[in-house]
């Protein structure tokens, strides 16, 4: 069964910094999102992503955050200069119809 | 915008008895409710999903009710066993784009 995938699992960053989390959205999928959880906190949306631009976005979606996908297949979460509480899992998920599927997720650290 | 409160937060049963997790919402328009299950670092897995022309779906031990002139939905699962014990979401979607989720359920099975 295809499934999302996401790297890296962990990546751990200096404040500051720049990360670039990946995702491959199950192919035939034509909605892609990102997710983030706060560890024990509930998941919330980042951002969506239909036919290569940006549907909507939440407040935390700062000018801080981008997405793209460059290819036919990744899609990439870029967060630019990374600050203590952007430490999460960070879930990108996609959807042809109604279901959403989610990657196994990428937990950042920010030190 | 969509609200989904989810309630309660924890829940303690014994195995082999039932247990049901309640979410309200606020966006009329929605029409799909979707349930996942999380276990400890790991992805949001989807494990019923209901749509808003029917009033109750059932899997096995796991059904979901929806009321939509109460804005209401629940997750029933019967017959627990210990594998059951996860973070339980409903989510509720915003538009035709994102899911927003409850604060989720923190679901342990006593054996």
């Known amino acids: 069964e295809p499934e999302v995938t996401q790297t890296p699992s962990h990546q751990v960053t200096q404040m500051g910094q720049e990360v670039i989390l990946r995702c491959v959205p199950i192919s035939n999928h034509l909605y892609f999102y990102w997710y983030r959880q706060i560890l024990g906190q509930k998941v919330e949306f980042l951002v969506s992503f239909y036919n290569n631009e940006i549907s909507e976005k939440s407040e935390i979606f700062d000018d801080q955050f981008s997405v793209e996908r460059p290819d036919g297949s990744n899609f990439t979460l870029k967060i630019r200069s990374t600050k203590l509480e952007d430490s999460a899992m960070y879930f990108c998920?996609?959807?042809?119809?109604?279901?959403?599927?989610f990657g196994p997720g990428t937990r950042l650290t920010v030190l | 915008g969509e609200n989904v409160e989810q309630h309660p937060s924890t829940l303690s049963v014994q195995e082999g008895d039932s247990a049901v997790i309640k979410c309200t919402y606020s966006d009329s328009a929605s029409n799909y409710f979707p349930w996942y299950k999380q276990e400890l670092g790991k992805r949001p897995q989807l494990i019923i999903d209901i749509r808003s022309n029917v009033g109750e779906k059932k899997d096995q031990r796991i059904a979901v009710t929806l009321n939509k002139t109460a804005k209401h939905f629940s997750l029933h699962i019967t017959e627990t066993q210990p594998e059951d014990s996860a973070v339980y979401f409903c989510?509720?979607?915003?538009?035709?784009?994102?899911?927003?989720f409850g604060q989720g359920t923190r679901l342990t099975i006593n054996p």
């Open positions: 998920a996609s959807r042809e119809y109604n279901e959403q599927f």
């Open positions: 989510a509720a979607p915003l538009g035709a784009q994102k899911l927003v």
